[in-house]
């Protein structure tokens, strides 16, 4: 389709800029565990010994093996996840929002082309787009932790790691574009998203103070597959898998009624 | 003057929101003191038994940890990473969007310099960030006197409350420098939002530089744990700022100046 | 066939009237134009025909189908230049036009043709960015990919904003040769002259609201004719006092203006016994015509 072709096209250059922006951000992230290997055995068994509100003060997620490099890694995993989620959020409201704030609209629209189908094109280009990012993350931290790592292989749990980062940028995908389609006038569709994400990213580190505030999870998919459960477990929560799949099918439904029924903000 | 009222009206509605999430946050995160310092007692014993090379690592002093400074230190952060998104938002948005807009024209062609557009916009921008943080000042001590029970050092406080001003203008400045030299900014927040929390991730990793990092990013400039040691901020990185501001912010007069402004031909 | 045909059609945004209860019809294969002041919506009007905003109640077709339904298949045979062009600024001319090119069903090889036919009498640049366009230019493109397709159906809004003259001509000539081969044009404009060049009918519409639809000859022809006459002597102000269809007289002492409708031959052979040192007889313009109704 051409509208999809095109929106590849003209995303390559972002794409390839939060790539290396991630890749920069896990090299650095290692090379920091690497001068840490030293020190790191004795402190974890203090470290665990704190209280989890003191744990979370410290910015460490409780219960993870530091010495490790898997464990540094789901350190690390927290702010990937932060790139990628900001990446999701802008990319979805922007690849929706962009012919009306671009105005180009009356010359898109008025071809002979449904507009459900200009959006399954955009859809589908940005889920490509995050697959990229998810695929280059994850290439590039099996390969810098596999050189820093004295232990155990860590392949495994940066996969599934990886796997629980995809659904979260399909959340924040389907979130900025379901924002951009129900806007009326969707220029300001990438704040407000990006509000929502901080919000969300705020208080999941709300809930890392206040253990008591476990049930307020469902509210942050930052909650949804965090380093130390997905870890620690082994998988990925089913419930939380459902719950994801859940919040994007109806975000992606939201944005085809929405977008296919109102008028364009021309 | 009408560019400075009018430049306030337009952000009214976004600086509402912006005072409001600061207080918010300050607010939820701070009532989560006392539950804090429930723990105090048993981390305190902890603390104490072990030996002083290790507590060094943790960088931790036991005493400044457990008051009402110490646990406003690490929440601090959070703060920060909003309030600068505000100002970013501001810097790299207040004077692009004319262009978005295509009102350059309309400006430019009244009986007014260059110069003097940007200068009232930067002064209404300015405006509205020391409002912010008066608002926000008020809120921060109200709240903290309220979870602590009036015990706790205010000066120290204020001032370290006084460092979110601090960056935001350090942010800003960024962001008005970006909006002068990036071609064409369609939406201000993909340009704002990767810029700050680019510098935050870089704080947070505290990298490879060590304690180098501290120049590469606004977040760090300003120690709230030097604060509450030494009852005043490091002028050396105020110096920097300064300096900083003031050769970014004529760049971005003359880069302005220079540039071509085109809208429809 | 009627090849728009519209139903009381109505469009409200929010409270505020758009337009309110269009019915019109436009044949197929003609020149119709679409005049009104600003915001009576003329605009408003097209984009709802062409899917761009949906109506708040009203129905319209376009070759019989509706517009809502069929909205993608009508839109085949559809070229749409709009007011205000707005292009992506990464590409080059010709990368627009054939991204353009590749919604229709059209044979690619034709319509390649087309665009290098148009391009040529349009003098345009295919290897330029749009960026670097003048907004005439940028209009430019605009006539291009409207008419690289060759649709049946020419929607035009204010196309001659930012058109050198010489351009002008040639874009008329191009609707003239398409309208010759069958295509229909609608056509919205403030430029009087142009409407009245180049329009089989005209729907004047105000306020939302379709004043009056009109054959151009016929408004034209109802109307008055100015009269403009030097004469020798002053001429007295009774020699007009029994002709019927007599408006606006003035009488000065070298002259005489006065506009009349009605038989030619009453009113000339009545100012033949006149000394006439010259006499100057016009239509009136469209724009007298309309600014009467832009008031």
Redesign the interface.
């Known amino acids: 389709m ?1 509208v999809f072709i ?1 929106e590849l096209k ?1 995303n390559r250059y972002p794409l390839l800029a939060w790539s290396v ?1 991630v890749v920069l ?1 896990i090299y ?2 290692m ?2 565990f690497a ?1 840490y290997q030293s ?1 790191g055995q ?2 974890n068994q ?1 470290l665990d ?3 989890k ?2 744990q979370a ?3 460490l997620n409780v219960g993870i093996d530091l010495s490790s490099a898997k464990g540094f890694y789901a350190i ?1 995993f927290f ?1 990937i996840i ?2 990628a989620t ?1 990446h999701s959020s ?1 990319l979805g409201a ?1 690849i929706i929002s ?1 012919e009306e ?7 898109l ?6 507009r459900a ?1 200009v959006l399954t094109a955009k859809l589908l280009a940005a889920f490509c787009n995050i697959l990229v990012l998810n695929l280059v993350t994850l290439v590039s931290s099996v390969c810098l932790v596999a050189i820093y790592n004295k232990g155990a292989s860590a392949t495994h749990d940066i996969i599934l790691l990886m796997a629980g980062m995809f659904f979260l940028q399909l959340i924040f995908l389907s979130l900025g574009a379901a924002i951009a389609g129900i806007s009326i006038k969707p220029k300001g569709s ?2 407000i998203a ?1 509000a929502i994400l ?1 919000f969300t990213f ?1 208080l999941s ?2 809930i890392d ?2 253990s ?1 505030l476990e049930n307020l999870k469902y509210l942050t998919p930052f909650k949804y597959f965090d380093a130390k459960s997905v870890l620690t477990s082994g998988k990925l929560d089913p419930f939380y898998l459902v719950l994801s799949a859940i919040i994007a099918v109806v975000l992606v439904a939201t944005t085809y009624l929405f977008y296919t ?4 903000d ?1 | 003057m009408n560019i400075f009222w009018h430049e306030l009206k337009q952000y009214r509605r976004s600086t509402i929101v912006w005072v409001l999430s600061l207080c918010f ?1 300050v607010l ?2 701070l009532s ?1 003191f006392p ?2 310092s429930k ?1 105090v007692e ?2 305190r014993k ?1 603390f104490e038994s ?1 030996p002083v090379a ?1 507590r060094d ?2 960088n ?1 002093q036991i005493d400044i940890f457990f008051t009402l400074n110490g ?1 406003y230190l ?2 601090f952060t ?1 703060i920060l990473l ?1 309030g600068s ?1 505000q100002a970013a938002n501001l810097g790299v948005g207040i004077i692009s969007k004319e262009a978005a807009g295509k009102t350059f024209d309309f400006l430019l062609t009244k009986p007014i310099t260059r110069t003097q557009l940007i200068t009232r916009k930067i002064a209404a921008a300015l405006t509205l960030l020391i409002v912010t943080n008066i608002v926000y000042l008020a809120a921060a001590v109200f709240t903290a006197n309220t979870v602590s029970h009036g015990d706790f050092e205010m000066n120290i406080f204020i001032l370290i409350s006084l460092t979110l001003i601090l960056v935001q203008l350090m942010f800003f400045t960024i962001g008005l420098f970006l909006s002068a030299v990036l071609p064409k900014i ?5 340009v704002s ?2 810029l700050v ?2 510098f935050f ?1 870089i704080g ?5 530089f060590g304690n180098k990092v501290r120049y590469l990013t606004p977040f760090k400039f300003y120690d709230p744990a030097y604060i509450i040691k030494n009852g005043t901020i490091e002028f050396k990185f105020l110096l920097i700022e300064a300096i900083f501001i003031v050769i970014v912010t004529v760049a971005v007069y003359y880069l302005f100046n220079k540039k071509d402004i085109s809208a429809a031909d | 066939m009627n090849v728009i045909e519209t139903k009381k059609l109505t469009k409200y945004y929010g409270n505020a009237r758009g337009i309110i209860d269009v019915t019109m019809s436009i044949e197929e294969g003609e020149i119709f134009g679409f005049i009104g002041p600003n915001g009576a919506g003329k605009s408003t009007t097209i ?1 709802t025909l ?5 109506p708040t109640s009203g129905s319209a077709t376009i070759f019989g189908k509706d517009i809502i339904e069929a ?6 045979e ?1 070229g ?1 230049l ?1 007011s ?7 590409m080059k001319v010709i990368d627009l036009l054939n ?2 090119a ?4 059209k044979n690619p090889q034709v319509i390649n043709k087309r665009i290098g036919e148009l391009a040529d009498l349009l003098d345009l640049e295919l290897r330029k960015k749009i960026d670097d366009l003048s907004y005439g230019n940028k209009k430019k493109v605009g006539i291009v ?1 409207g008419l690289l397709h060759k649709p049946k159906l020419i929607i035009l809004d204010e196309p001659t904003g930012g058109l050198d003259p010489l351009i002008q001509q040639k874009f008329f000539s191009l609707l003239k040769e398409e309208n010759e081969k069958g295509a229909s044009v609608l056509f919205s404009s403030h430029i009087l002259s142009e409407v009245q060049r180049l329009c089989d009918r005209v729907a004047i519409i105000k306020e939302g609201k379709i004043i009056r639809v009109q054959k151009i000859s016929e408004l034209l022809e109802n109307n008055y004719k100015r009269f403009k006459l030097d004469t020798a002597t002053k001429v007295d102000k009774k020699f007009f006092a029994n002709i019927k269809g007599i408006k606006d007289l003035s009488i000065s002492d070298r002259s005489v203006n006065f506009l009349y409708r009605g038989q030619i031959n009453d009113i000339t052979q009545k100012i033949a016994n006149l000394d006439l040192n010259n006499i100057l007889i016009e239509d009136p313009n469209l724009e007298e015509i309309f600014l009467h109704y832009y008031q």
């Not at chain 1, 704030?101 to 010359?107: A, G, I, K, L, V």
């Not at chain 2, 947070?204 to 490879?208: A, G, N, R, T």
């Not at chain 3, 590749?102 to 069903?105: E, H, I, L, V, W």
Request: proline share 5%.
């Open positions: 051409n095109r003209v922006g951000l650095s992230g090379l920091k001068g020190s004795s402190i203090i010994q704190l209280p509100s003191v003060i410290l910015g690390l702010y932060l790139v900001i802008l922007g962009k704030r671009d105005r180009t609209s009356e010359f629209f008025v071809k002979p082309i449904p189908k990438a704040s990006s901080l705020l580190i709300f103070f206040y008591k029924k109102r008028d364009l021309v | 946050i939820f995160f989560l539950v804090f723990d048993t981390v902890i072990y290790v690592a943790l931790v646990f690490f929440i959070y909003t998104i369609k939406s201000v927040v993909t939002l990767p929390f680019a991730i947070m990793l505290d990298s490879i | 984009r062409l899917g761009l905003i949906y909205g993608p298949e009508i839109r085949q559809i749409y709009p205000e062009v707005f292009y992506y600024d990464d991204y353009s590749s919604f229709y069903k990919q």
